[in-house]
């Protein structure tokens, strides 16, 4: 309804009951940061973390290969491995890793752990073979490598007996290193 003409209008707003107030205005929130951010950072520590252990294992496997690989580069070497891992070891399967593939003459050898051990159950005792310098001589088939054997018993970390015996390998290069064929003891 609108008021007559020529008649004032009064500017005073009308009093409302409280029912019928208006609520007030609503806080608008803080801004939050974006998700994607929060993805790509952890996009990427997942990333290098991947990196980080491909890498490690990678070197672990090359390390693990180069320290568990037989060193047969030189004659020398074949037979102390060789010798470390028969008599001293006693791990045949470390062993058959330096000898040749066929016709492998290594009885004198064998025998010579044989009594070792038949030493050791018979008398109580630990056996300990030992050997000195390694002298390569070249041969028809390869080369030959000597050495002095040193047979050592001990009983309670007392020694009891020793002896010393000259023995010859002989050695030949196969296609993956040089490997020991033969061995014996020099009368």
Same mark, same amino acid.
């Given at each position: 309804?609108?008021? %007559? *003409?020529? +008649? $004032?209008? +009064? =500017? @005073?707003? *009308? $009093? =409302?009951?409280? +029912?019928?107030?208006?609520?007030p *205005?609503?806080?608008?929130?803080? %801004? $939050? %940061?974006? /998700? =994607? /951010? @929060?993805r790509t950072v952890l996009t990427v520590v997942a990333g290098v973390l991947a990196v980080l252990c491909l890498s490690g294992l990678i070197a672990g496997y090359v390390l693990y290969t180069r320290a568990a690989a037989p060193d047969r580069? *030189?004659?020398?070497? @074949?037979? !102390?491995n060789y010798l470390r891992a028969f008599l001293v070891d006693r791990n045949d399967t470390r062993a058959n890793l330096f000898t040749c593939e066929r016709g492998a003459d290594l009885q004198a050898v064998q025998d010579l752990r044989v009594e070792t051990e038949q030493r050791e159950s018979r008398f109580g005792v630990t056996v300990r073979v030992g050997w000195g310098p390694l002298t390569r001589t070249p041969s028809s088939s390869g080369e030959s490598v000597g050495t002095t054997l040193t047979i050592a018993g001990s009983a !309670?970390?007392? %020694?009891?007996?020793? /002896? /010393?015996?000259?023995?010859?390998?002989?050695?030949?290069?196969?296609? !993956?290193?040089? =490997?020991?064929c033969g061995g014996s003891r020099i009368s």
């Open positions: 309804m609108q008021p %007559p *003409a020529g +008649s $004032q209008v +009064s =500017r @005073v707003p *009308a $009093q =409302r009951t409280p +029912s019928e107030q208006l609520p *205005a609503p806080v608008t929130p803080e %801004p $939050q %940061p974006p /998700r =994607r /951010r @929060v580069s *030189a004659p020398d070497v @074949v037979v !102390d !309670d970390g007392v %020694p009891r007996s020793s /002896r /010393r015996e000259d023995w010859t390998f002989s050695v030949v290069e196969e296609d !993956d290193g040089w =490997r020991v």
